[in-house]
C-alpha cells in the first residue's frame, strides 16, 4: 500500500504554485476573532498542503506553523508564503504516527483532513481564549463522490461531540444533507 507521505507528495509534484492565495471562509468570517487573539499569537494549521490557510493567518500578523506530511506540498507553501510576503514555519510529519507540534497554541486550524486520533489532544493545545477552526467533508459528501473513502467524512454531530468542552462560536455539523462539509469555529475558556 502506498503511504499518505508518497501519495501525497507525488500529487503536489504535479501541482504549481496557487496564481493567488485561497481564503478560507470559516477563517474570514472570524477575522475579527483572529486578530483578537491574545499572546503568543502563535497558530498550528494541521494536514496544510500548500499552507493557504497557513499564509492567510501569517498575513494576519500569527507566527504559523505548517505540519504536512507531505514536503513537497509544504514546500510549494514556502513559495506561496514568500510571494505573499510572509514568513511561515513548517514541519513534515505523517501524523498517524508522529504528535502534532507542541504548542501552546492561539489558534489551531485544518482544512479537508480528518483524523480522528487527534481531537482528543487539542482543546489542551490551545491557550486559555484560543480558537480552533476545522473544516472538512461528512457523510453528504458520499453522494457527490461515491468512490471517497468512507472512513475520511464525518457523521452528523461529531464536531459538536468531540469538541464539546470549547465555547462553539460557529457550528454546522452535517444535519443539512446540501452541505457537503461540516464545520465548527470554537474558542477555549479563559
Ligand atoms: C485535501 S488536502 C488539504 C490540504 C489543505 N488543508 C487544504 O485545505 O488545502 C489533505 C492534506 O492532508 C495531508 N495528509 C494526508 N495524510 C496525512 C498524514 N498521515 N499526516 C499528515 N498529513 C497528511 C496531505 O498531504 C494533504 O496536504
Redesign the pocket.
Known amino acids: 500500500m502506498v503511504?499518505?507521505?508518497s501519495?501525497?507528495?507525488e500529487?503536489?509534484r504535479a501541482a504549481s504554485l496557487a496564481p493567488v492565495l485561497?481564503v478560507?471562509s470559516l477563517l474570514q468570517r472570524h477575522q475579527r476573532d483572529i486578530g483578537e487573539l491574545s499572546a503568543p499569537r502563535t497558530a498550528l494549521?494541521?494536514?496544510?498542503?500548500?499552507?493557504?490557510?497557513a499564509v492567510y493567518l501569517a498575513k494576519q500578523g500569527l507566527n504559523v506553523t505548517a505540519?504536512?506530511?507531505?514536503r513537497v506540498?509544504l514546500a510549494l507553501g514556502k513559495e506561496l508564503a514568500e510571494r505573499d510576503g510572509v514568513r511561515i514555519n513548517t514541519t513534515t510529519?505523517?501524523?498517524?504516527?508522529?504528535d502534532l507540534p507542541k504548542g501552546p497554541w492561539s489558534l489551531i486550524c485544518?482544512?479537508?483532513?480528518l483524523?480522528r486520533d487527534l481531537f482528543a489532544q487539542i482543546p489542551s493545545m490551545l491557550v486559555p481564549g484560543g480558537m480552533l477552526f476545522w473544516r472538512t467533508f461528512n457523510v453528504h459528501h458520499l453522494s457527490k463522490a461515491p468512490a471517497f473513502n468512507p472512513e475520511y467524512v464525518l457523521q452528523p454531530g461529531e464536531l459538536a461531540r468531540h469538541f464539546s468542552m470549547l465555547d462553539v462560536l460557529t457550528l454546522s455539523d452535517g444535519d443539512d444533507p446540501k452541505e457537503n462539509t461540516s464545520w465548527i469555529a470554537a474558542r477555549r475558556s479563559v
Not at 45 to 53: L, Q
Not at 93 to 98: E, G, P, Q, R, W
Open positions: 503511504s499518505d507521505p501519495r501525497w507528495d500529487k503536489y485561497r478560507e494549521d494541521i494536514a496544510a498542503g500548500t499552507c493557504h490557510a505540519v504536512d506530511c507531505s506540498g510529519a505523517d501524523l498517524t504516527v508522529a485544518c482544512f479537508r483532513y483524523n
